[in-house]
């Protein structure tokens, strides 16, 4: 059975998959939109655990448990800050995105949720990011036999729309 590929409206921070990615910066020691949201609900455990990890490239993701969430674990990725698409900003997206699921593979990961990396604070506009992260997405789904469902969650209607509207150009919903 191939993965499902999920779009829906909702705070990541309640969903009970295996693992939620989280939106951070380079330090991975929180800061505000989806990683204060996945910090608070998650608990002061979760910034202890991130300290030992000695922060995170751009375009890269680490792991760490869930703790007071209901995901079991949390994948930390920095997509980049939009400069006007002439810093490598697709490439790292992309990147972003594909870490994550090779780190999903690593941990044994079935279930994951992603926010909208990179669209809230850092300014990555949001139909190039949809088609960047629908097509990562796709990508693990054919590499990794073990993958059962990808969310991605967007948090307002028309947000969502955007990811829906990507993802038929795609021909994946
Ligand atoms: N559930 C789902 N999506 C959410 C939630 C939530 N609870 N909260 C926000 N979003 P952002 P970035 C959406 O700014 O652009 C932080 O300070 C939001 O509407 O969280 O990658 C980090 O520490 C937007 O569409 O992440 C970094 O410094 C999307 O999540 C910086 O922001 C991402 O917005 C990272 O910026």
Redesign the pocket.
């Known amino acids: 059975m191939p993965a499902t590929i999920e779009i829906m409206q909702t705070?990541?921070?309640t969903l009970a998959v295996d693992a939620i990615v989280n939106?951070?910066?380079n330090t991975l020691l929180?800061?505000?939109?989806?990683?204060?949201?996945i910090h608070r609900a998650a608990g002061p455990r979760l910034v202890a655990e991130c300290s030992t990890l000695g922060g995170c490239a751009t375009g890269d993701a680490k792991i760490t448990k869930g703790y007071d969430l209901p995901a079991r674990h949390v994948i930390h990725t920095v997509?980049p800050v939009w400069h006007g698409g002439v810093r490598g900003e697709a490439e790292l997206l992309h990147s972003a995105y594909r870490r994550c699921f090779e780190v999903a593979a690593e941990n044994g990961v079935r279930s994951i949720a992603f926010?909208?990396?990179?669209?809230?604070?850092?300014?990555?506009p949001m139909r190039d990011a949809a088609s960047i992260a629908l097509s990562a997405a796709k990508e693990a789904v054919g590499d990794n036999p073990l993958l059962e469902r990808v969310v991605f969650?967007?948090?307002n209607n028309e947000?969502a729309q955007v990811y829906r509207d990507a993802a038929a150009a795609l021909g994946i919903l």
């Open positions: 705070d990541i921070t939106a951070a910066n929180g800061g505000g939109g989806v990683d204060g949201a997509g926010p909208a990396i990179s669209c809230g604070v850092y300014g990555y969650v967007l948090f947000a």
